[in-house]
């Protein structure tokens, strides 16, 4: 692609316009601040820059251009945000790399041929249109979503993608097929209606295949679903069904404003959810709930509704989910539907839209729900009853996280189970709760967006750095500090003396600094820090701390740091020498110097 596009972007683009799309900026002093997005937080923490268009957070870490945040925040690569941007600055990119022929755009194309060559064979095939009718499904809704069907057919797709020009290896890595050897292939979609997955920036990335039978009578049909075949995309290059979640490219620009999101198993219950005015609705395809989705959930509210059949099985299935959520500080509420029956059943004899609404508003927050539950599974009348409802409540209030929530359902409990709540409080005590791992996904969150994460920094450098952003916004501190010069981290000296140089705070500004040519990382450290000192003075001036004060406090720990840190290696080096046992006068002149440090690490 043309590289003049990044800066043309960069130049039609407000960073602070661009992020407050996502979260709500306010001023402070020459900056703009916000709640982090990433992480969690009470105050904030995430600083914008419009001088240096770069953001920054000192809770988490993380930072950089508008690229970065938008590739973080809509969980997209380079290539996607870029795209997106592009198009918000009404650039147009032209791509000339040998990108458009890497093996993600490959696997790309074939889904599109694919997904258009399904719904060509959906057009043909009047017995799958009435099916689709008869679940409920509008001709409008089919064209929306791209809904498709793949016929009773070995080879039909194979034969049609290998004419389009692509070569076998591509289309079994795009698990449209199965490969028997190296050159036989065939389809893994057959007698199925196709629905096609799509990323968040609606490139279509995979599919669910729903079998179909060819018959009429819905009598039939209804058996052939009791099976319940579906068959997703195999884990490729471009699809991996824990991280995507239905719908979402479609509904993600109203999660905000509803505030909640409706979460449903499978695309008929989305696309009657969808269908019937609910807008704020996503759905997984043959997972639970992953923490990732819930990562990318939890940047557009805070509130989940739960779709999902929650009979006695169902709760179970579901439980992991719940844990993960909850221990995401989720607030989940529980769709109350008619045991055994799912959202699109549901949907389909309740057409009116109030009717919908109501099933939205009437959603019981997971507490009431479970409490209900415990109710309905024992007699209170007699121990045994008791006891069931008590050993299944009493685990789910040792979930909660809050400990108001905590004491209002023990007392709840107590007065329904006419036990005394000391006797519960006991009981809490000794329930071992197995801890909510996050580890698979959350490897594969780190991997993703290691890129982007500032590793966390031990003191020693971070001190060196807070210092030189105090410098950076009042150079009158220039001789203290060079009285220090020789304790600072070697990995920081480079951006030390550049700043020491400076004449006046011009000499700092973003254009000055591009005129004596530096390399992008250090440039990108010294915004970076500039905005550190905006964002530290600021808690500074609240705290009624003098700026000299602080750096000379600083400075000192420094110091120490410095001093500890070369104890420490002078200790290993006595401890070599010592277990060799030679060279004692050598060994003589370490001890000295160890000595001589440690008097002062003192002063
Ligand atoms: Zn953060």
Not at 59 to 71: A, E, R
Not at 363 to 389: H, V
Request: net charge neutral; with cysteine.
């Amino acid at each position: 692609m043309a590289l003049n596009s990044l800066d043309e972007i960069r130049s039609k683009l407000d960073i602070v316009e661009v992020i407050s799309q996502y979260v709500k900026l306010q001023k402070a002093g020459a900056n703009y601040k916000a709640l982090c997005p990433f992480h969690k937080e009470k105050t904030p923490s995430f600083i914008v820059s419009p001088t240096r268009q770069i953001w920054h957070c000192f809770g988490c870490g993380l930072g950089g251009d508008i690229f970065t945040f938008v590739m973080k925040m809509e969980n997209l690569e380079f290539k996607d945000a870029l795209k997106l941007l592009a198009d918000k600055a009404g650039v147009k990119l032209i791509y000339e790399s040998p990108e458009i022929n890497s093996q993600k755009q490959k696997l790309l194309d074939i889904n599109d041929k694919a997904k258009a060559f399904f719904q060509q064979q959906l057009a043909q095939n009047r017995e799958v249109q009435n099916y689709l009718t008869h679940r409920g499904l509008t001709s409008e809704t089919i064209k929306e979503f791209e809904i498709g069907f793949a016929p009773d057919d070995w080879r039909l797709l194979s034969n049609y993608l290998i004419k389009c020009g692509f070569k076998s290896q591509d289309i079994v890595a795009s698990g449209l097929a199965i490969s028997k050897d190296d050159k036989d292939i065939y389809d893994r979609f057959r007698s199925r209606i196709m629905f096609p997955i799509n990323d968040i920036s609606n490139n279509t990335v995979g599919f669910t295949g729903r079998i179909f039978k060819g018959s009429t009578s819905l009598k039939t049909i209804r058996d052939i679903e009791g099976v319940g075949k579906y068959v997703n995309t195999p884990q490729t290059l471009i699809f991996d069904k824990g991280k995507l979640l239905y719908g979402l490219s479609k509904t993600k620009n109203n999660l905000h404003s509803a505030n909640q999101t409706l979460i449903v198993e499978g695309q008929m219950d989305f696309l009657m959810g969808w269908q019937n005015g609910i807008k704020n609705i996503v759905a997984t395809s043959g997972t639970g709930l992953t923490s990732y989705h819930l990562t990318i959930l939890k940047r557009y509210n805070n509130t989940l509704i739960l779709g999902f059949d929650m009979d006695e099985a169902g709760e179970k299935a579901a439980e992991r989910s719940i844990d993960l959520a909850l221990a995401k500080e989720f607030n989940i509420k529980v769709l109350q539907l008619l045991s055994g029956k799912d959202l699109a059943d549901y949907l389909l004899e309740h057409k009116d839209s109030s009717k919908t609404q109501e099933l939205l508003t009437n959603s019981l927050p997971i507490m009431d729900f479970y409490f209900k539950r415990a109710q309905s599974l024992g007699d209170i009348n007699n121990l045994e009853g008791k006891k069931t409802i008590v050993s299944y409540f009493l685990p789910k209030i040792k979930k909660l996280v809050n400990a108001l929530d905590k004491s209002f359902w023990l007392e709840k409990l107590s007065q329904y189970a006419d036990i005394d709540r000391r006797a519960l409080e006991d009981e809490l005590k000794r329930i071992a709760l197995e801890p909510v791992t996050f580890i698979d996904e959350n490897e594969k969150e780190h991997k993703y967006s290691s890129e982007l994460v500032v590793l966390q920094k031990t003191r020693y450098p971070l001190l060196a750095e807070r210092i030189i952003a105090f410098l950076i916004k009042d150079l009158s501190l220039k001789p203290e500090i060079e009285k220090y010069q020789h304790y600072f981290p070697e990995e920081s000296s480079e951006i030390l003396n550049i700043v020491l140089k400076a004449q006046s705070p011009d000499d700092l500004s973003v254009d000055n600094l591009n005129k004596i040519s530096l390399s992008d990382e250090v440039m990108a450290k010294i915004n970076e820090l500039a905005l550190r000192a905006d964002y530290e003075l600021e808690m500074l001036e609240e705290f009624n701390i003098s700026l000299k004060d602080e750096v000379a406090k600083q400075l000192k720990c420094l110091k120490q740091e410095a001093v500890k840190i070369q104890l420490k290696n002078l200790e290993k080096k006595i401890k070599d020498k010592e277990s060799a046992k030679v060279d004692v006068p050598q060994l003589k002149e370490l001890l000295n110097k160890f000595n001589q440090l440690s008097k002062e690490l003192l002063d």
